[in-house]
């Protein structure tokens, strides 16, 4: 692939303010850690469907959390994109940055996008300071995202009628080394729930009386 022009770099005469209410003082409030649970994988893979049960869960055991998904960004923050791979990256870097302010404020990030280049994903990651940061690869067959095709994408791709689709028209690049790998082509709901708080527990960040 091309080498991303993402850039994460600030213009020079803006300056970073900071809150009289800082991260640890959010961390003792909500008596538990923040951090980016990053979900990436091909549309149809699961990825809104497992941080919006990750997102209840934590919700209903008392965490401040909020899930970001691709299709909800793109009606506002970047609603001006389009899916080249220009746009995919700057679609990326401002998930990054919206994503290090909630983290910043002691909230629980579930970002659920295709997130397709692994380059945008490690420059997510280097955004955030060491262990905020957690990359959950939604691993599905690709013949299983199209049986689902819940939104008929797959089907229009196939018929030319969307271009740079991921997995038909567009590239998808496989995680290397993820934090987590969910095989969502044979788990449940909640065992894929079970897996993702099995694995902040033993990672220290979040409490087990959250493990179902």
Known sequence: MKQSKTSFNKPPDVHWHSSLVDRQQH??????????????????????????????????????VVTLDGDNIRHGLCSDLGFN????????????????LFVETGTIVLAAFISP??????????????????????????????????????????????????????????????????DTNKLSIKEELSVIMNNLIKKGLIDEKCAL
């Open 85 to 100: 791979e220009e746009d995919r990256h700057e679609n990326m870097r401002r998930i990054a940055e919206v994503s290090k």
């Open 117 to 182: 280049y692994r380059n945008d994903r490690e420059l997510i990651r280097s955004r955030l300071p060491h262990g905020d940061f957690y990359e959950v690869y939604c691993k599905c067959d690709l013949d299983i995202c199209e049986e689902r095709d819940p939104k008929g994408l797959y089907a229009r791709a196939r018929n030319g009628e969307i271009d740079n689709f991921t997995g038909i028209s567009a590239p998808y690049e496989e995680p290397i080394k993820p934090d987590m790998i969910i």
């Open 27 to 64: 961390k003792i409030r909500n008596n538990h850690k923040s951090f980016v649970l990053w979900f990436t994988g091909l549309s149809g893979s699961g990825k809104s469907t497992l941080a919006n049960a990750v997102e209840k869960h934590l919700f209903d055991n008392h965490h401040r």
